[in-house]
C-alpha cells in the first residue's frame, strides 16, 4: 500500500475486555516498531521487530501487552484484560532503514 | 538510552513571523536526529533528520535543524511561518543501528493571522 496503515482508527472498550489494533506496513520494511502515545505526551517506544523477530519488547507496560508479526508483515498487538490507563493512541511504524513511516494510529479508549 | 527534552510545550506566534522550536537529547552514544510533525487527525510525518554531514538540514518547506554536538540540541526553525504550520511537532533520537526511536513530549505550534 502506499503508508502504514492500521485498524480499527477507534477503538472502545470496556474494562477487562481483550483488544486486537493490527498494523500493515509498508510491503518491504523490515522494521517494525509499535508505539503508545497518551494525551498531551510524545510517542513513548513498546516494541521492535526485524522481519518476524521480535528484537525489543523492553518498552510492554506490562505482561497484559503482546505483540507479534508471525510472516514479517502485517503485526498484531494484543492487549489483554484492558485498563483505563491503557487509553491512548496506538501508532505503527514501518522502517527500511533511518527513516520510520508512522500510521495514523488507533485511538483506544477504555471505559 | 537515550532522551529528549522539548522544554516549550505550546509556541503561539503570528504569520510570517519567525519561530524556533527547542530540542535538547540526552545520549551515551552518538545518534541520528529527527523532527516530525504532526497535523490534526493525522499521523506522524518525518520533517527532517540529521545522520551525517552538514549539521544544517532543511525541509522542503522552509524548515530548517541544526544539530550541535556541544550543546546536545536540534533546534527547529523557520524565517516565516504560515498558518499551514500549525501542527505539533515531535524532536526524536535513535541510535545508529534504528533500533528504537525515543521521542519529546512534543510542541504545539499555533500561528495566529
Known amino acids: 500500500g502506499a503508508g502504514v496503515s492500521q485498524s480499527p482508527r477507534y477503538k472502545v472498550a470496556k474494562r477487562g475486555q481483550d483488544v486486537a489494533l493490527r498494523c500493515d506496513p509498508i510491503?518491504?520494511?523490515?522494521?517494525l516498531f509499535w508505539y503508545q502515545q497518551a494525551l498531551g505526551q510524545g510517542p513513548e517506544f513498546l516494541t521492535y521487530f526485524q522481519n518476524e523477530a521480535q528484537l525489543d519488547k523492553s518498552g510492554l507496560p506490562s505482561d497484559r501487552f503482546f505483540a507479534e508479526r508471525p510472516e514479517g508483515s502485517v503485526s498484531t498487538l494484543k492487549i489483554q484484560r484492558t485498563q483505563q490507563e491503557d487509553s491512548a493512541v496506538y501508532l505503527c511504524a514501518s522502517s527500511p532503514r533511518g527513516k520510520a513511516f508512522f500510521g495514523q494510529g488507533t485511538r483506544l479508549t477504555v471505559v | 538510552a537515550q532522551s529528549v527534552t522539548q522544554l516549550d510545550s505550546q509556541v503561539p506566534v503570528f504569520e510570517e513571523a519567525p519561530v524556533e522550536l527547542r530540542c535538547n537529547y540526552s545520549?551515551?552514544?552518538?545518534?541520528?536526529l529527527f523532527w516530525y510533525v504532526q497535523y490534526p487527525n493525522q499521523g506522524l510525518q518525518l520533517l527532517l533528520k540529521y545522520l551525517s554531514g552538514s549539521t544544517l538540514v532543511e525541509s522542503i518547506n522552509g524548515f530548517e535543524a541544526e544539530f550541535n554536538k556541544s550543546q546536545t540540541s536540534f533546534h527547529l526553525r523557520k524565517p516565516s511561518v504560515h498558518i499551514s504550520d500549525t501542527a505539533e511537532y515531535f524532536c526524536?533520537?535513535?541510535?545508529?543501528?534504528?533500533?528504537?526511536?525515543?521521542f519529546g513530549s512534543g510542541t504545539k505550534l499555533n500561528v495566529k493571522p
Open positions: 510491503s518491504g520494511h523490515v522494521s
Open positions: 526524536a533520537v535513535s541510535d545508529r543501528n534504528f533500533n528504537k526511536f525515543y
Open positions: 545520549s551515551s552514544v552518538s545518534v541520528y
